[in-house]
T-cell receptor, first 114, second 113 residues
């Protein structure tokens, strides 16, 4: 089954404690991205990757890091989380080349930073 | 720059009523795609429809229909005879030359029994 898998689904952490949210896709997609969802703001892109070892900032990259060492994995790293990073996070993947191809989303990770 | 506006933050209707969710977009590109996603209370994003900029035909899928009008830069979504299971947050989104989806703010739809 084609899918994007995020872990964990729920996470409560304390300010400053480094954390990683994993994302893995099994569709051999080149393009992967991270979004955060906040009330009244919709989903905003944090970082994206066009392929292995190619990453770039989205609209709200401050406080986040990513890596793309393998095509299937695209972890989101919060080196020193702060309460304003409390949000619902989504990982997405899609193939490159065909404009408008549907993006596949993970189930979401609800992060609370206290 | 691309932008999507969903001016209706929240809508509440009684079951069986028809309801229309508005979506207005901005882009200078002539080739683009528009999407609608549903986010039920469980939180995942469910793809509903994709429409490209060259196809202004309206689409109907069961109780759902979409009205795309380039003249007004709108891509509105209508649910006919709404049901409680339609309660969700609905997002309109736009994609142009790259792969990035630009989302609207979302509309929270509540269908009351």
């Amino acid at each position: 089954e084609a899918q994007v898998t995020q872990n964990p689904r729920y996470l409560i952490t304390v300010t400053g404690k480094k954390l990683t949210v994993t994302c893995s896709q099994n569709m051999n997609h080149e393009y992967m991205s991270w979004y955060r969802q906040d009330p009244g703001l919709g989903l905003r892109q944090i970082y994206y990757s066009m392929n292995v070892e190619v990453t770039d900032k989205g609209d709200v990259p401050e406080g986040y890091k990513v890596s793309r060492k393998e095509k299937r994995n695209f972890p989101l790293i919060l080196e020193s989380p702060s309460p304003n990073q409390t949000s619902l996070y989504f990982c997405a993947s899609s193939p490159i080349g065909a404009l408008g191809t549907e993006a596949f989303f993970g189930q979401g990770t609800r992060l609370t930073v206290v | 720059a691309q932008k999507v506006t969903q001016a209706q933050t929240e809508i509440s209707v009684v079951e069986k009523e028809d309801v229309t969710l508005d979506c207005v977009y901005e882009t200078r590109d002539t080739t683009y795609y528009l999407f609608w996603y549903k986010q039920p209370p469980s939180g995942e994003l469910v793809f509903l429809i994709r429409r490209n900029s060259f196809d202004e035909q309206n689409e109907i899928s069961g109780r759902y229909s979409w009205n795309f009008q380039k003249s007004t830069s709108s891509f509105n979504f209508t649910i006919t005879a709404s049901q409680v299971v339609d309660s969700a947050v609905y997002f309109c989104a736009l994609i142009t030359g790259g792969q990035k989806l630009v989302f609207g703010q979302g509309t929270r739809l509540t269908i009351n029994p």
